[in-house]
C-alpha cells in the first residue's frame, strides 16, 4: 500500500511538471509564431523596419524556450551531491562579489555570519546553487530596490522546536528579502515544481523546489517565512558537521581542487 501511494506521489509530481513545462513552453511557442506571422506580412508589405522587429521577437522568445528546456534537463540529471566539511562563513566571503552582481544598484547586501559559526556538511556547489537562485527570488521581489540579508548561526536540534527532526546540531543559513512577500496562497505553493508566479521566459518554477530538494538531500531542513508587503525570508538548515579534526573544512574552491 505504501508502495502505490509512493507510486501515485511519483506520477502526480510528473503530471506537474509535464503541465507546467507544456503550460510554459506553449506560451513561448505562440509568441514564435506570432511574431514569425507578422514577420511574413511585414515582408510582403515591404516594411522591412517592423519586419526586423518582429524576427527580433520571434528569436528572444526562441532563447527563452531554449533557456527553459535547458534548466528542464538540468533539474532531470541533477547531479547526485558530494558532501564535503563546508565553512559557511568563507563560502558567503567567496560569493560576495557575484552575489552583489546579481542584484541591482538600487540592492542593499548585508552579510553577517556569527564569529563562532560551526563547519556543515554539504555539497558546495549545491550550497552555491541554492543561494544563488535564493539571491535571484529575493531580488526579483525588489523591482524598486531594497535591502538583503543574508545570516548564518548554529542552532541546536532541540531548539528548532519540531519533533520529527533528528537530534543533532544545524547551521542555519538564511536569505532575507525586504520585497514584496507573499500571500498563504502562494507560499502554500512554491515547492510545487514548474510553479511560478513570474511573466512566461522570466521563471521556471524550478527554484525553489531545487533549494527544498537540497536541504533534504543534505539532511537539512528548510524553512519559509513570509509577509505580503514586507518581505520574505528563507532558512536553510544544514547538519553540522563533526569530523576528523585533520579534515579541513572548505569554501568551493578548495573543493573542487580536491576533486582534481
Ligand atoms: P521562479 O523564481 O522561477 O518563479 P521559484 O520556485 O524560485 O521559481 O519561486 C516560485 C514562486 O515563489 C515565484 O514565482 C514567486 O511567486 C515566489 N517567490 C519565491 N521567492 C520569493 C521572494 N523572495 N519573495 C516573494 N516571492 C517569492
Known sequence: AEDQLRQAQKMEAVGQLTGGIAHDFNNLLGGILGSLELLQLRIAQGRTEQAERYCKMAIGSGQRAAALIHRLLAFARRQPLDPHPVDVARLLEDMADLLRRTLGPAHRLEIAAAADLWITRCDPNGLENTLLNLVINARDAMPGGGTLRLEAGNVAAGALGKADIDPGDYVWL???????????????RVLE????????????????????GFAKQSQGHLRLASEPGHGTRVTLYLPRFIGEPEEQATSRIEAARHDG
Not at 538564511?174 to 502554500?188: A, F, T, W
Not at 515544481?193 to 527544498?212: E, I, N, R
Open 174 to 188: 538564511s536569505v532575507s528579502d525586504s520585497g514584496i512577500g507573499m500571500s498563504r496562497e502562494i507560499l502554500e
Open 193 to 212: 515544481p514548474f510553479f511560478t508566479t513570474k511573466a512566461p521566459g522570466q521563471g521556471t518554477g524550478l527554484g525553489l523546489p531545487m533549494v527544498y
